[in-house]
């Protein structure tokens, strides 16, 4: 069974910096990942989604890294800001037909101004 | 990618009561189905999983005659909480993925809001 886990569980870092977030999983067969972002009391807004061929993806900000093979991927934020502040979870789709969201129990992050 | 709508967006029930959650696909047919639950600070749990026009296919211990699901249309999945207790006080969020398009691809899912459902 697909298991993901998000590291750190919280972070608090100054408005500026730029930071990575980890994301790793247990079965290295996905077909696809996805990154997303959650305000408190609302519901998700995808950030990026890496395809399984893919080694990386790209939006303003934000670039995620996928290493497939080793059952790991990163989000990177650059530059951070107050509005940045939320609960990020990585989540993968299983490579089976089904094509199970398997979701990580995220990383809750502030940006201090 | 899809916009997908909940309502309610939060409702207050008494015990013992049963409350229905809708999930509308707004802009595509979906042909599947999903319903997570979450608890503060944890992480979205699947409920269960249905397919237009079937049954509902339900997580291990997630009592399938307390969380009623109908997907009776492409565009509309119901989610009802039977008798409800304190303890299902909990967000949930429903998710649709359609049959797949030139633009949307068969796999991604796309969110809805979420339901905040308190249980007094």
């Known amino acids: 069974k697909q298991e993901v886990t998000q590291i750190p569980a919280a972070l608090s870092v100054p408005e500026g910096e730029n930071l990575v977030l980890n994301c790793s999983f247990t079965d290295s067969a996905i077909y696809n990942l996805q990154w997303f972002r959650q305000d408190p009391g609302k519901g998700l807004t995808s950030l990026l989604l890496?395809?399984?061929?893919?080694r990386e993806q790209t939006s303003g900000r934000l670039n995620a890294s996928l290493d497939k093979s080793s059952g790991r991927s990163t989000l990177y934020i650059a530059a951070s800001q107050p509005g940045d502040s939320a609960t990020y979870l990585c989540?993968?789709?299983?490579?089976?037909?089904?094509?199970?969201?398997?979701f990580g129990s995220g990383t809750q992050l502030t940006v201090l101004p | 990618g899809a916009v997908v709508s909940q309502h309610p967006s939060r409702v207050i029930c008494k015990s013992g009561t049963s409350v229905k959650i809708e999930c509308r696909s707004l802009d595509f047919q979906a042909t599947t189905m999903f319903w997570y639950r979450q608890f503060p600070k944890q992480s979205l749990m699947l409920m269960a999983t249905?397919?237009?026009?079937?049954?509902?296919?339900?997580e291990q211990g997630v009592e399938k005659d307390k969380f009623l699901i109908n997907h009776a249309s492409l565009t509309l999945s119901t989610l009802t909480v039977t008798s409800a207790h304190p303890e299902d006080s909990s967000f949930y969020i429903c998710?649709?993925?359609?049959?797949?398009?030139?633009?949307?691809?068969?796999?991604?899912?796309?969110f809805g809001p979420g339901t905040r459902l308190t249980v007094t």
């Open positions: 249905s397919n237009e026009g079937s049954k509902a296919t339900y």
């Open positions: 890496i395809q399984s061929s893919q």
């Open positions: 989540a993968v789709y299983s490579s089976g037909s089904a094509r199970q969201l398997t």
């Open positions: 998710s649709v993925r359609g049959p797949g398009t030139v633009q949307l691809a068969s796999y991604e899912q796309y």
